[in-house]
């Protein structure tokens, strides 16, 4: 079935260094990918998502490309910020074709700036 | 407009009780997912409803259980509690179920214990 393979982490940083973090799925079809994020005690925010291969999906500074070809989605931020410290995930939606929306999710990745 | 809200926020229970937890989705959405959330299992798929119709299900057992209402409120219930119960159950909404390139909203979710 379809899976989500995220980097362990967690990532820690300082404040203003760069953000890479990978993200690799299994599909059979043709999946929507997401990436939320989790602060803690809260649920789960939309960062941003992308719906077909080469878009690429942008917000607050984070962006990351749908590339089909190596089948991955990876996050990126120029200059990581405290108030980015968070757990992120990679998602992907069900194929269009199948019922339903299910999110299939990756481990989550947390990251923590210091200042 | 309002976001998805989730009640109760907490929950202690014991063993063999069982539990309802309640999601109200954004105005206009339609469809209802439940997901379980496990420092062990991470993010899982539990169920996803539309038209007070159980259109997706995840790999749980059948003490798990949901239904929607007609203002697209949905519940969930726990029957027979055990331990590994013990999760945050997040509530999503979306407009549309059978499209995979919509967003799901996350509520903040409910931390059931169970001791």
């Known amino acids: 079935g379809d899976s989500v393979t995220q980097m362990e982490g967690p990532v820690t940083l300082s404040e203003e260094a760069f953000l890479t973090i990978n993200c690799t799925y299994t599909a059979t079809g043709y999946p929507s990918l997401f990436w939320y994020v989790q602060y803690p005690g809260e649920g789960l925010q939309l960062l941003l998502k992308?719906?077909?291969?080469?878009d690429k999906g942008s917000n607050k500074g984070f962006e990351a490309t749908y590339r089909k070809e190596t089948t991955s989605f990876h996050l990126e931020k120029g200059s990581v910020q405290v108030s980015d410290s968070a757990v992120y995930f990679c998602?992907?939606?069900?194929?269009?074709?199948?019922?339903?929306?299910?999110?299939?999710f990756g481990k989550g990745t947390t990251l923590s700036v210091s200042s | 407009k309002a976001g998805v809200t989730q009640t109760p926020r907490y929950l202690i229970k014991t063993r063999g009780q069982q539990v309802t937890l309640s999601c109200s989705p954004i105005?206009?959405?339609?469809?209802v997912s439940w997901y379980q959330q496990t420092p062990g299992q991470g993010l899982q798929f539990l169920f996803e409803y539309f038209s007070e119709t159980q259109r997706n299900k995840g790999n749980f057992p059948g003490r798990f259980s949901g239904r929607q209402f007609s203002n697209s409120r949905s519940e969930m219930n726990v029957s027979t509690l055990e331990l590994g119960d013990s999760a945050l159950y997040l509530c999503a909404s979306t407009y549309s179920p059978s499209v995979s390139t919509d967003t799901q909203y996350f509520g903040p979710g409910t931390r059931l214990t169970v001791l």
């Open positions: 105005s206009g959405h339609r469809s």
């Open positions: 992308a719906t077909k291969a080469d």
């Open positions: 998602a992907l939606s069900e194929s269009a074709n199948q019922a339903g929306t299910a999110l299939i």
